[in-house]
């Protein structure tokens, strides 16, 4: 299943409840202000790291750029993913949810 996470982690339980649900061989994708939740030395970055032991992680890199983010500020075991790693993360995925 495609989890695709778009609330900021600091301001609503989104992230939390994503991380109730997930299952092995899940995909996270973080969009939008989601974004926060893989940024290095934050305080949700344990908790994406122990998702990536089931899941692959990504983020939409256009997010993380239109909010002044670089690459090098995201955690390691996020991927990186443009507008077309969006669509084929949504083609792979049997189903998908938003949070």
Not at 69 to 97: H, M, N, R, T
């Amino acid at each position: 299943m495609l989890n695709i996470v778009k609330k900021s982690p600091y301001e609503t339980s989104s992230l939390s409840s994503c991380l109730k649900y997930i299952k092995k061989g899940d995909v996270i994708l973080f969009t939008e202000d989601g974004i926060y939740a893989v940024k290095k030395g934050g305080m949700f970055e344990k908790h994406v790291s122990d998702a990536s032991q089931t899941c692959s992680i990504y983020y939409l890199s256009p997010d993380t750029e239109a909010r002044g983010i670089k690459s090098d500020e995201i955690i390691s075991l996020a991927k990186p993913v443009d507008y077309q790693g969006f669509v084929d993360l949504a083609i792979d995925s049997p189903k998908s949810i938003t949070w």
